[in-house]
């Protein structure tokens, strides 16, 4: 089946510190990527994604780049923020044999706290 | 414009009981989904609607839970006999189109809104 494993949490780094959240997928047909963030007390938002190989998603200074060969989507920002604490949730859809419903599967999350 | 909203925000109930979660869209997404997030965990699919229909309810766990959208709007997700391990927030999520060959939903952003945090006591 399909499944998302991202690396271990929590991440605590200071503020302007390089950020790399890891994820890996395995997936039974051709799968796009997610990024989710989850603010304290908010919903779940879509960060960025990514729908072939190759492609490079980004928004907000985040960047992820869709990795077929290594079935990686790493999450990265050059200089984090104490607003970027929140959790992180890589995630993938999968479209097989044409068709698809769009049902995400997702990461365990990874917990982001950035300090002053 | 409004988001997904989801009552009750909190639902505490006991072991053995009824409980219904609803779920309003955003209005015009023809697409919904319900996905159950434990502790410490990523959110799990549930089902999927598209319109009235569940297209996909592959995710429920077992024949307690029950989820329906008569209208295509509104969706309901109905647990019966309520067990501990139940305990959870429940999400759902909506999105503008269609999926199948037209629609590749798959690409399209997933509007979640803010849960029902369920205990089962």
Same mark, same amino acid.
């Given at each position: =089946?399909?499944?998302?494993? !991202?690396?271990? =949490?929590?991440?605590?780094?200071?503020?302007?510190?390089?950020?790399?959240?890891?994820? &890996? @997928?395995?997936?039974? =047909? @051709?799968?796009?990527?997610?990024? @989710?963030?989850?603010?304290?007390?908010?919903?779940? !938002?879509?960060?960025?994604?990514?729908?072939?190989?190759?492609?490079?998603?980004?928004?907000?200074?985040?960047?992820?780049? @869709?990795?077929?060969? &290594? &079935?990686?989507?790493?999450?990265?920002?050059?200089?984090? !923020?104490?607003?970027?604490?929140?959790?992180?949730?890589?995630?993938?859809?999968?479209?097989?044999?044409?068709?698809?419903?769009?049902?995400?599967?997702? =990461?365990?999350?990874?917990?982001? &706290?950035?300090?002053? | 414009?409004?988001?997904?909203?989801?009552?009750?925000?909190?639902?505490?109930?006991?072991?053995?009981?009824?409980?219904?979660?609803?779920?309003?869209?955003?209005?015009?997404?023809?697409?919904?989904?319900?996905?159950?997030?434990?502790?410490?965990?990523?959110?799990?699919?549930?089902?999927?609607?598209?319109?009235t229909g569940a297209a996909d309810d592959s995710g429920l766990p077992n024949d307690r839970f029950f989820a329906v959208r008569p209208?295509?709007?509104?969706?309901?997700?109905?647990?019966?006999?309520?067990?501990?391990?139940?305990?959870?927030?429940?999400?759902?999520?909506?999105?503008?189109?269609?999926?199948?060959?037209?629609?590749?939903?798959?690409?399209?952003?997933?509007?979640?809104?803010?849960?029902?945090?369920?205990?089962?006591?």
């Open positions: =089946g399909d499944s998302v494993t !991202q690396m271990e =949490g929590p991440v605590t780094l200071s503020e302007e510190a390089f950020l790399t959240i890891n994820c &890996t @997928y395995t997936a039974t =047909g @051709y799968p796009s990527l997610f990024w @989710y963030v989850q603010y304290p007390g908010e919903g779940l !938002q879509l960060l960025l994604k990514a729908t072939k190989a190759d492609d490079k998603g980004s928004n907000k200074g985040f960047e992820a780049t @869709y990795r077929k060969e &290594t &079935t990686s989507f790493h999450l990265e920002k050059g200089s984090v !923020q104490v607003s970027d604490s929140a959790v992180y949730f890589c995630a993938l859809s999968v479209e097989a044999g044409g068709t698809s419903y769009g049902k995400l599967t997702f =990461g365990q999350g990874t917990i982001l &706290t950035v300090h002053p | 414009g409004a988001g997904v909203s989801q009552t009750p925000s909190n639902k505490v109930t006991e072991k053995g009981k009824y409980v219904e979660l609803r779920c309003d869209p955003i209005s015009g997404h023809t697409a919904l989904y319900w996905y159950r997030q434990s502790l410490g965990q990523g959110p799990e699919f549930l089902i999927y609607f598209q319109g209208e295509g709007s509104v969706s309901t997700l109905k647990i019966q006999r309520t067990e501990r391990g139940d305990s959870a927030v429940y999400l759902c999520a909506s999105t503008p189109t269609a999926g199948g060959l037209a629609g590749r939903s798959s690409y399209n952003e997933q509007f979640f809104g803010p849960g029902t945090r369920l205990t089962v006591l």
